[in-house]
Nanobody, 123 residues
């Protein structure tokens, strides 16, 4: 199990922005496929965004396309999720993750999870 250290959640009004960070001490992040997931109250955990190993272009869930941007800074060994134009339905606990396989981001293939950070979008 790898340690993933998340930060950046909080309270924001609709239309606002937040940036989540996930640092990876002790291992090299770009050796793995990485992803951001979220879980709303009473709902299953869902994939938000993913960067496969050896790829630079993120994939996004349809619900966040055009609003969220995932990135990875290899010099800091950290992944980010920039969230703009936030909506109440974006509320949930956000988790960063490292995948077991290089070409897939999905909950059954997660090797390690961050502890999660709460994002609340309120009107």
């Amino acid at each position: 199990q790898f340690q993933l250290v998340e930060s950046g959640g909080g309270l924001v009004q609709p239309g606002g922005s937040l940036r989540l960070s996930c640092a990876a001490p002790g291992f090299t992040l770009n050796y793995y496929a990485i992803g951001w997931f979220r879980q709303a109250p009473g709902e299953d955990r869902e994939l938000v965004s993913c960067i496969l190993r050896d790829m630079d272009n993120p994939h996004y869930a349809d619900s966040v396309k055009g609003r969220f941007t995932m990135s990875r800074d290899d010099s800091k060994n950290t992944m980010y999720l920039q969230m703009n134009n936030l909506k109440p339905e974006d509320t949930g606990v956000y988790y960063c993750s490292v995948q077991r396989v290089p070409a897939m981001c999905a909950t059954p293939y997660v090797h390690s999870w961050g502890i999660g950070t709460l994002v609340t979008v309120f009107s």
